[in-house]
């Protein structure tokens, strides 16, 4: 399946605006604000919000408003794309004017999720934990990951390795915070969470819930804990410039 996405610099990195980073400090701006800007919004705009089941769509109408979000918007429509790298005309220091940008990606259908993804409900509550609960999730992975490793050295492409992982990230009390989030928008969601997953970049398809996603031929990255998506691409997408 073919992405599009088109910047006016391109010097921009593929990244959302939630995980950027100030220049000079290299701390993250946003990303430990996250819950809190999120709420922030959902006080201000309840009505806006009331009609979203899941957090995707809340997230998809935050990108709508400006806010800072853990979505990198794409099209399906080359042309859309083509626009957003022409539409604003950007200059450097020396008044030369910066060259936009239109970038192709490409990843298997099967690797497309939708909004209703148990996946995408796993990595987009993730904006829903405080800045010491994501603490804590990163340690409870690399605890767990010590945990399976321990219990199955070499063998980490293998379902034992998987089950232990699992098993043993699923304990650990933030998980609990986090499928609290989740059963939110999914009563039925098991107890169960794969670590693993937590760290991906996945493409979704979004509802079209507004004119703006209709017009765009909207679809989102959706980049989980402090993932990043590799400039180049990798075995999964495939990056064109």
């Known amino acids: 399946e073919t992405f599009y996405r088109g910047h006016s610099d391109h010097k921009y990195r593929l990244e959302p605006s939630i995980l950027r980073k100030d220049k000079k400090s290299g701390k993250f701006t946003h990303y430990y604000n996250e819950r809190n800007l999120n709420s922030e919004m959902l006080t201000v705009q309840p009505g806006e919000f009331s009609s979203d089941k899941y957090m995707l769509d809340k997230l998809v109408r935050m990108q709508h408003f400006g806010l800072p979000t853990r979505l990198l918007d794409l099209t399906y429509n080359p042309?859309?794309?083509?626009?957003?790298?022409?539409?604003?005309?950007?200059?450097?220091?020396?008044?030369?004017?910066?060259?936009?940008?239109?970038i192709i990606l490409k990843t298997k259908k099967s690797e497309v999720k939708f909004f209703d993804s148990d996946t995408v409900s796993c990595i987009t509550n993730l904006s829903n934990l405080s800045k010491e609960q994501k603490d804590e999730l990163t340690q409870a992975i690399e605890s767990s990951r010590g945990v399976a490793k321990h219990s199955y050295p070499g063998m980490e492409k293998t379902d034992y390795?998987?089950?232990?992982?699992?098993?043993?990230?699923?304990?650990?009390?933030?998980?609990?915070?986090?499928?609290?989030?989740?059963?939110?928008?999914?009563?039925?969601?098991?107890?169960?969470?794969?670590?693993?997953?937590?760290?991906?970049?996945?493409?979704?398809?979004?509802?079209?819930?507004?004119?703006?996603i209709a017009s765009q031929s909207g679809a989102f990255l959706l980049f989980g804990m402090d993932a990043v998506l590799q400039e180049s691409g990798d075995s999964d997408v495939s990056v064109r410039r």
Do not use: M, Q, W
């Open 79 to 102: 042309l859309v794309a083509l626009y957003f790298a022409c539409c604003s005309i950007k200059k450097d220091d020396e008044g030369k004017e910066i060259d936009g940008e239109v």
């Open 161 to 212: 390795y998987r089950d232990a992982l699992i098993s043993s990230f699923n304990i650990d009390r933030v998980c609990g915070h986090l499928l609290h989030y989740i059963k939110n928008e999914k009563p039925y969601f098991k107890d169960i969470i794969n670590p693993v997953d937590l760290g991906r970049v996945l493409f979704v398809r979004g509802k079209i819930s507004n004119t703006r």
